[in-house]
């Protein structure tokens, strides 16, 4: 059994957690405000020496003022006229305090400034990034052939190899050279056939929607199953620091 | 024997805790070995890693937090691990604030040396807490692997190491020290200059961010360890090659340690998780028996129509 405090107090807030299955107590009540306290206190801190500090102090040379940091900073930059990039600070720092402004009601309005600045650097940056990695991308990857016959023809010769040495190719290698291809494409256009909702759902075009329907459904599943495997996953590695760090059962 | 199914739906959920528990907790104590088949994601990381030459430097983003802790932790030191033994020089950093801290320990739990002693060579000094030894492989701090911290931003942080590495990752997270004083980062001047970029993620920012701005934007291949939870929004990824290969949950950390030689927490696990999941199909195949035992026929009429 371990013999250190900490893990000890990590044992009493992962039972007083899990004491939640049982029914709601005052332990586990106690042990989710602590959780929720000491998190807020974590990113407030981190994010005061990361976000606060590092961008905003240093970045602008005020730290360099104080003598806390060795590096100047855009302050500094400008009143010994010399431009870079640097100077960017400057104006990050303003968008920032008008950021705050939204505390003040009678001039809150500055704050819708800054944040139009965000809404509109933001959506330029996604709407280019989303459109080449998941759509362009996406897209050129599902105009492929319906049977993969090049793959087909190689794993004929590898399967053939493999035979005389007694072995033989997964069946899943097969049904992805076969069915693969198959499965993706008409996936891909039940899926959207049944998000197009410009044509009654009725007829062909509606079994092919709920094809679509039922390809959404797996996805779900699949998704959903990855889900409980990870919580699993999470479980087990509470159990075993129980077991082992803890208690000492387990080596 | 409608009564039996009625009871069935009524049951208490605790008993589902109960039985759900003894199928995760005995296995840990029995250690039983499963076999475990290698999925072709995983093969495809692995190849990645093994096609690299000699001396790569690779960058290890951890994108999580303690919570993640089971499912990436062993990943994190299997890769390290197969990193110290091929000679692959990797850099630590974290678009998660405790990324870094994770990874740190993950160089601390694969560490066999002792850290007490002292090594001389020349006029330097070498303290066993740099050192990182794995069987008859060693590693040291600043030369073999370093961690440079996190940095705030998000995903705009990988846009800004597309133009500047050193800008932003200026120094060190261990001793504070400006990041080009150490040999590691000799030719390190942008996110281009990695020969492999590693990602430990478990939501945002993490694999997808690491895809739409290093692979689609600055073009330097990313393998990504995922939670299963963010396994299936990387998978589409996969097929299109631009990632270059996944470990998807435990599952993928049990594969990737038999690949590695290093089979640890992960495996061992393995046999928790299935059993975990045989009682969850059995539960969902028994309830639905139950729902539909029960049902009255003119409510099966009903779903029929």
Not at chain 1, 122 to 139: D, P, V
Not at chain 1, 182 to 187: A, N, T
Not at chain 2, 82 to 108: K, S
Not at chain 2, 115 to 129: C, N, P, Q, R, S
């Amino acid at each position: 059994m371990s013999s250190e405090f900490g893990i000890w107090l990590a044992a009493f807030f992962t039972i007083g957690i899990a004491s939640f299955l049982y029914k709601d107590n005052p332990l586990y009540k106690f042990c989710e405000s602590v959780f929720v306290g000491i998190s807020a206190g974590y990113w407030a801190v981190a994010l005061f020496w990361e976000n606060l500090i590092t961008k905003m102090f240093d970045g602008l040379g005020i730290s360099y003022s104080l003598g806390l940091w060795p590096e100047k900073g855009a302050l500094q930059d400008i009143f010994s006229g010399v431009w870079n990039w640097n100077i960017l600070h400057v104006l990050a720092a303003i968008l920032g305090i008008m950021m705050l402004m939204r505390l003040f009601p009678k001039i809150g309005w500055i704050a819708r400034w800054p944040l139009s600045v965000i809404v509109g650097s933001t959506a330029g940056l996604w709407m280019i990034t989303y459109f080449q990695s998941n759509f362009l991308s996406q897209l050129q990857k599902t105009v492929i052939p319906l049977f993969d016959i090049g793959r087909i023809n190689e794993l004929s010769e590898i399967g053939a190899v493999m035979a005389e040495q007694g072995r033989s190719i997964p069946l899943d290698n097969y049904f992805a050279a076969y069915l693969g291809n198959l499965v993706l494409i008409f996936g891909t256009l039940a899926g959207l056939v049944y998000f197009y909702f410009s044509k009654e759902h009725k007829g062909i075009f509606g079994r092919t929607a709920k094809v679509g329907i039922y390809f959404l459904m797996i996805t779900f599943g699949a998704s959903f199953g990855y889900t409980v495997m990870s919580r699993m996953s999470l479980l087990i590695g509470r159990l075993y620091f129980l077991f082992s760090t803890w208690l000492g059962f387990v080596n | 024997m409608d009564k039996f199914w009625e009871r069935l739906l009524t049951i208490d959920r605790r008993v589902i805790f109960v039985v759900i528990f003894l199928a995760l907790s005995v296995p840990i104590f029995l250690q039983i070995g499963l076999p475990i088949p290698v999925t072709r994601e995983v093969q495809v990381l692995y190849d990645s890693l093994e096609d690299l030459p000699r001396d790569s430097k690779i960058l290890v983003s951890c994108d999580f937090d303690p919570g993640s802790e089971p499912e990436l932790q062993p990943m994190a030191e299997a890769a390290f691990k197969y990193f110290v033994e091929n000679d692959l020089r990797f850099i630590v950093i974290g678009l998660w604030p405790q990324g870094p801290i994770q990874g740190n320990r993950a160089i601390e739990d694969i560490d066999e040396s002792d850290d007490e002693y002292i090594v001389k060579d020349g006029d330097t000094l070498y303290f066993g807490a740099d050192l990182v030894v794995v069987g008859n492989d060693t590693a040291w701090y600043g030369i073999d692997f370093i961690n440079l911290g996190f940095q705030v931003g998000q995903e705009l942080v990988i846009q800004r190491m597309g133009t500047s590495f050193e800008a932003t990752f200026p120094s060190d997270r261990r001793f504070g020290r400006p990041q080009k004083e150490f040999p590691i980062m000799d030719g390190i001047y942008r996110l281009a200059d990695f020969d492999f970029v590693f990602n430990l993620s478990a939501g945002y920012p993490g694999t997808v961010e690491w895809v739409q701005f290093a692979v689609d934007r600055f073009h330097v291949p990313v393998g990504a360890a995922n939670t299963a939870v963010q396994a299936p929004l990387a998978y589409p990824y996969l097929d299109t090659g631009q990632l270059s290969g996944i470990l998807g949950g435990m599952k993928g950390g049990a594969e990737f340690e038999k690949l590695v030689g290093h089979q640890a927490r992960a495996t061992m696990f393995m046999t928790s998780q299935t059993m975990a999941h045989i009682f969850v199909m059995l539960f969902i195949i028994v309830g639905n028996i139950a729902f539909f035992a029960t049902m009255k026929k003119s409510d099966r009429r009903g779903i029929r129509e």
